[in-house]
């Protein structure tokens, strides 16, 4: 039943029905530490599209403690997941920024992230970083 609604929910959030997808995440209670992990990477996707800020950088720090506790993940995957809550939590800052700095540092600050991404060696989720950046970048 977990498999299934985290399933659905993946569906859900590649289809744009985010309402749908959080719905089913927060119903959902996983033993497996991957499907954990990788509900709470979509959730906090979510929130980051729907500009959710309080919610967003709980779930960060949440996920960060679990990140830090778990012995279920390899290192590689707890420090791709690691690098991507860093980079998206900045993402998420320069989203929120955007309307109250100029054009010329806001680009450079776009620029500065993308440079960081790109030479980041270990990240999960970087295609996603990369488009949502790009939307920023507009």
Do not use: C, H, P
Request: no cysteine.
């Amino acid at each position: 039943d977990n498999v299934y609604a985290y399933s659905l929910a993946s569906i859900y959030f590649e289809k744009g029905a985010l309402g749908e997808a959080l719905s089913l995440l927060q119903s959902v209670v996983f033993t497996d530490a991957f499907y954990q992990l990788t509900a709470k990477i979509i959730q906090l996707k979510i929130y980051y599209l729907e500009e959710e800020v309080d919610a967003f950088f709980s779930l960060s720090l949440a996920t960060q403690r679990f990140l830090s506790r778990n012995r279920q993940l390899s290192s590689y995957q707890t420090k791709s997941n690691q690098n991507f809550l860093k980079l998206t939590k900045r993402l998420f800052q320069l989203k929120v920024k955007a309307k109250y700095l100029q054009q010329s540092r806001y680009q450079a600050q776009v620029q500065k992230l993308k440079d960081r991404i790109q030479d980041t060696e270990i990240l999960g989720n970087r295609k996603w970083l990369e488009q949502e950046l790009a939307e920023l970048a507009l």
